[in-house]
C-alpha cells in the first residue's frame, strides 16, 4: 500500500512540474511576441505567432485595407501584460491546444491567453479578456466554478491555415442577428460563425467590385427558440458604408444561398 501511495505522489509531483514548465514555456512564447511587436521585428513576429493566427491577421488587416504587420505594431499596447501584477490560476493543455489563465484584480476580469502546439514548440494565438461583475463575485469568494464553462477550456483542435487573400476591392462589415448558430461564406470565404444573439463584424475578404455570393447556413442551438433572422453586408463605398445586401426572415431556410453585386 505504502509503495502504491508513493507511485502515485510521485506521478503527482511529475505531473505538477510539467505544468509548472509549460507555464513558463508559454509565458516565454507570449513574452517572444510582445517583444516583436515592440520592436517590431517583421521575422520573430511571424515565428512567435501560430501559422493560423498569423494568417488570420494578415487577412484581417487586408480585408480592412490595413499594412500588416505595421498596423499590428502600432497595436502593441493590446497585448501589454505584466505577469507579476496578474494572478496566475491555472494551466490547461489539450492536445495542441493549451491556455494560460490569469486574473487581473486591478481590473476585475480574466486573462485567457491561447497557445498553438507546433511540432515541439507553443506557439502563441490568441488574448481573450473576460469581465463580468459575476466572475469578479466567485473569485472574492475563490470560488473558481466559472472555469467549467467551455470558453476557457481548449478545444484540442490545432485551427486550420486560411488561404491567404491577395486582394480586397472594398472593405465591409457583416451584420447578423438570430437565435442560432450561423455559418456564412462570401465569395467562398468562411465568416466567423455566431451562436446566438447579435454581432457586427469585419468581412473577411471583403465584398468584390461586380457579382459576389453568399451562403449561410443556421443550426438549432440547444434550448434556443430560433425565430426571426437578420443578415446584411455595409460595404465601405468611397469613405460611405452602403447596405449592398439584406436577408430579413420571420421563418428562415436553413440554409440561403443569394448573389449580390456591387457597383
Same mark, same amino acid.
Request: glycine share 8%; aromatic share 8%.
Given at each position: 500500500?505504502?509503495?502504491n501511495l508513493?507511485?502515485?505522489a510521485?506521478?503527482?509531483?511529475?505531473l505538477?512540474?510539467n505544468?509548472?514548465?509549460?507555464r513558463?514555456?508559454?509565458?516565454a512564447?507570449?513574452?517572444?511576441?510582445t517583444?516583436?511587436l515592440?520592436?517590431?521585428?517583421a521575422v520573430?513576429?511571424?515565428?512567435?505567432l501560430?501559422?493560423?493566427?498569423?494568417?488570420?491577421?494578415?487577412n484581417?488587416?487586408l480585408?480592412?485595407?490595413?499594412?500588416?504587420p505595421?498596423?499590428?505594431?502600432?497595436?502593441?499596447?493590446?497585448?501589454?501584460?505584466?505577469?507579476?501584477?496578474l494572478q496566475?490560476?491555472?494551466t490547461?493543455?489539450?492536445?495542441?491546444?493549451?491556455?494560460?489563465i490569469?486574473?487581473?484584480?486591478?481590473?476585475?476580469?480574466?486573462i485567457l491567453l491561447?497557445?498553438?502546439k507546433e511540432g515541439?514548440?507553443?506557439?502563441f494565438s490568441?488574448?481573450?479578456?473576460y469581465g463580468?461583475?459575476e466572475?469578479?463575485k466567485?473569485m472574492k469568494?475563490k470560488?473558481m466554478?466559472f472555469?467549467?464553462?467551455?470558453?476557457?477550456k481548449?478545444?484540442?483542435?490545432a485551427?486550420?491555415?486560411?488561404?491567404?487573400?491577395?486582394?480586397?476591392?472594398y472593405?465591409?462589415?457583416?451584420d447578423r442577428?438570430?437565435?442560432?448558430? +450561423?455559418s =456564412?461564406?462570401?465569395?467562398?470565404i !468562411?465568416q466567423e460563425?455566431?451562436?446566438?444573439g &447579435?454581432k *457586427?463584424?469585419?468581412?473577411?475578404?471583403?465584398v468584390?467590385?461586380g457579382?459576389?455570393? +453568399?451562403? =449561410?447556413k443556421?443550426s438549432?442551438? !440547444?434550448?434556443?427558440?430560433?425565430g426571426?433572422l &437578420?443578415? *446584411?453586408?455595409?460595404?465601405?463605398?468611397?469613405?460611405v458604408?452602403?447596405e449592398?445586401?439584406?436577408?430579413k426572415a420571420?421563418a428562415?431556410a436553413?440554409?440561403?444561398?443569394?448573389?449580390?453585386?456591387?457597383q
Amino acid at each position: 500500500m505504502l509503495k502504491n501511495l508513493l507511485a502515485i505522489a510521485a506521478v503527482l509531483m511529475v505531473l505538477n512540474v510539467n505544468a509548472q514548465d509549460l507555464r513558463k514555456i508559454m509565458e516565454a512564447g507570449f513574452n517572444a511576441f510582445t517583444g516583436a511587436l515592440n520592436t517590431k521585428d517583421a521575422v520573430k513576429f511571424k515565428n512567435s505567432l501560430s501559422a493560423s493566427s498569423y494568417m488570420k491577421m494578415k487577412n484581417m488587416m487586408l480585408s480592412a485595407k490595413q499594412e500588416f504587420p505595421q498596423t499590428i505594431f502600432e497595436s502593441a499596447d493590446d497585448y501589454k501584460l505584466d505577469f507579476t501584477k496578474l494572478q496566475f490560476i491555472k494551466t490547461i493543455e489539450n492536445g495542441p491546444t493549451g491556455n494560460l489563465i490569469y486574473y487581473d484584480t486591478e481590473g476585475e476580469n480574466i486573462i485567457l491567453l491561447k497557445f498553438i502546439k507546433e511540432g515541439t514548440a507553443w506557439k502563441f494565438s490568441e488574448l481573450e479578456s473576460y469581465g463580468t461583475a459575476e466572475i469578479a463575485k466567485k473569485m472574492k469568494a475563490k470560488d473558481m466554478s466559472f472555469l467549467e464553462s467551455e470558453k476557457f477550456k481548449p478545444n484540442g483542435v490545432a485551427p486550420a491555415v486560411q488561404k491567404e487573400l491577395k486582394s480586397v476591392d472594398y472593405m465591409a462589415m457583416l451584420d447578423r442577428t438570430g437565435d442560432y448558430k +450561423i455559418s =456564412i461564406w462570401v465569395n467562398g470565404i !468562411e465568416q466567423e460563425s455566431t451562436n446566438g444573439g &447579435s454581432k *457586427s463584424g469585419l468581412l473577411m475578404g471583403g465584398v468584390k467590385k461586380g457579382k459576389n455570393t +453568399i451562403e =449561410i447556413k443556421l443550426s438549432a442551438l !440547444e434550448g434556443g427558440k430560433g425565430g426571426s433572422l &437578420s443578415v *446584411s453586408i455595409r460595404a465601405i463605398l468611397g469613405d460611405v458604408p452602403k447596405e449592398v445586401f439584406a436577408v430579413k426572415a420571420a421563418a428562415p431556410a436553413t440554409v440561403i444561398t443569394k448573389e449580390f453585386t456591387v457597383q
